[in-house]
């Protein structure tokens, strides 16, 4: 059974930084490229960040550039998200998505991020 389960999130003021994890099993973690997503209340869904399997090489949106690190541990099979100089702008819900080309695709639950003051 495929899981994906998100931790980390929470409250932290404007500024501030949190580490986001994924733990992931059911699947062979080393060969799916990892992607986090989030959805701000009232949004849309949107594309964060990625990390290519075998390559490491990461991917970001513009918003989260110089401020967010993809990374994974395939020995753990776990994807991170670490966030610094959190705005309020970054209140979300993030999700974490496993991919293998062409159409194996899974999706965790989602750890809320709320950035307040």
């Known amino acids: 059974q495929v899981q994906l389960v998100e931790s980390g999130g929470g409250l932290v003021q404007p500024g501030g930084s949190l580490r986001l994890s994924c733990v992931t099993s059911?699947?062979?973690?080393?060969?799916?490229?990892m992607r986090w997503y989030r959805r701000a209340p009232g949004k849309e869904r949107e594309f964060v960040a990625r990390?290519?399997?075998?390559?490491?090489?990461?991917y970001y949106e513009h918003f989260v550039k110089g401020r967010f690190n993809i990374s994974r541990d395939d020995a753990k099979n776990t994807v991170y998200l670490q966030m610094s100089n959190l705005q309020l702008e970054d209140t979300a819900v993030y999700y974490c998505?496993?991919?293998?080309?062409?159409?194996?695709?899974?999706w965790g639950q989602g750890t809320q991020v709320t950035v307040s003051s």
């Open positions: 990390i290519d399997a075998s390559t490491g090489r990461t």
């Open positions: 059911g699947f062979t973690f080393s060969r799916y490229y």
């Open positions: 998505n496993a991919v293998q080309e062409p159409d194996e695709n899974y």
